[in-house]
């Protein structure tokens, strides 16, 4: 007799359980209308009051045998469980995700295809003189490289370094590029700029310290140039994904992801390069990353290696400071390369059949 309760009750406990797994679901299929309407209404998605306040009702209505501590850590684990399948289902639908679009993203730059096979954007940290963008383009011809790289505008962490020519710079550029068939890339610090960038560069460059200026990453986006998103100093990944998503939301799906190092607590390099990001990126999204040799690390002497390690982690490229004289450069002087070693870069490069 014992043993035939033991089974009655063990049936009792299995079709609670099966009517518990019935509701979670149909709990889960609300949560997930509730972030739809949410999202419209541009609410957030956690309501920690709410919360607390749903806590303290059944804690109220709860007749034991379990604990009120119990109860409250079991609904919390619920609503965790809420949280993350909204966050799972907004990332699925978001435009760069890998499994909204699952092809590669090729981004066409007047005729060089950036996403199809590895490439180079190399130049000087700023634009210094006209002088100085002839020297790096024709090095860049002579190298068969197609893009020029070179600040304008620069955002500097002391107000009282070279801040760039800005429009002077942009110019300068232009000329240079126009004159050797390049692809001018340069960063752009402000939203009012971008139809002056428009004019003047083929690549918008939105630097590290503005990857979450929202009105520039929206400006961006409305505009049909292709776009060079750099992952902010201190930024997570996701940071970054959703910051291209600013951009590809407003119409400029021509868009480019660039890891160029995190802050950490390593003192021998200027930045952490972030070499699992990569692959991870190119997972989670469908758009080219970049790696940005120069300032992930701020050394040259360990240029040659990191550019492998990007090339070989996945990147679609990277990007590289090459200066004439980079003894006299007004910015980054210790990380930009000089002739000689820029060159045997690329001959390495090539050599190892990294590009």
Avoid at 144 to 155: E, H, M, T, V, Y
Avoid at 163 to 183: F, N
Avoid at 203 to 214: F, K, L, S
Avoid at 294 to 319: N, Q
């Amino acid at each position: 007799m014992d043993e035939k309760n033991l089974e009655k009750l063990r049936q009792e406990v299995d079709a609670i359980n099966f009517e518990l797994l019935r509701l979670i679901n149909q709990r889960g299929a609300l949560v997930k209308e509730i972030a739809n309407v949410k999202q419209k209404q541009g609410q957030p998605k956690f309501d920690p009051m709410r919360e607390r306040a749903m806590l303290n009702r059944l804690i109220e209505r709860n007749e034991g045998p379990f604990d009120d501590k119990t109860v409250s850590y079991l609904f919390k684990q619920i609503f965790k469980a809420s949280l993350s399948l909204q966050q799972e289902d907004n990332s699925r639908r978001l435009l760069v995700s890998r499994e909204r679009h699952a092809e590669n993203t090729i981004v066409d730059v007047g005729g060089k295809l950036i996403g199809a096979q590895p490439i180079i954007i190399a130049g000087p940290c700023a634009v210094e003189s006209e002088e100085q963008i002839e020297i790096v383009a024709q090095e860049l011809v002579a190298q068969g490289l197609s893009f020029i790289r070179a600040g304008a505008f620069k955002p500097r962490t002391s107000p009282y370094d070279f801040q760039g020519l800005g429009l002077e710079g942009l110019k300068i550029l232009r000329k240079v590029a126009d004159k050797y068939d390049l692809k001018v890339v340069s960063e752009i610090v402000s939203p009012v700029d971008i139809p002056l960038a428009t004019e003047y560069v083929d690549v918008i460059q939105i630097g590290a310290r503005n990857m979450q200026n929202y009105e520039l990453l929206k400006a961006a986006g409305m505009v049909k140039t292709p776009v060079l998103l750099k992952r902010g100093i201190s930024a997570t990944i996701e940071e970054l994904i959703f910051a291209a998503e600013y951009i590809v939301s407003k119409g400029n799906s021509q868009v480019m992801l660039i890891e160029r190092g995190i802050r950490t607590y390593e003192r021998w390099t200027r930045n952490t390069l972030d070499i699992l990001a990569v692959p991870i990126l190119k997972q989670e999204t469908h758009l080219p990353v970049l790696v940005d040799i120069s300032h992930s690390a701020g050394r040259k002497d360990i240029a040659i290696p990191i550019a492998k390690a990007a090339l070989a982690a996945g990147a679609d490229g990277i990007m590289v400071e090459f200066h004439p004289d980079p003894e006299v450069a007004l910015s980054d002087a210790n990380q930009q390369l000089n002739h000689a070693q820029f060159r045997e870069l690329l001959t390495s490069l090539r050599t190892g059949n990294f590009i």
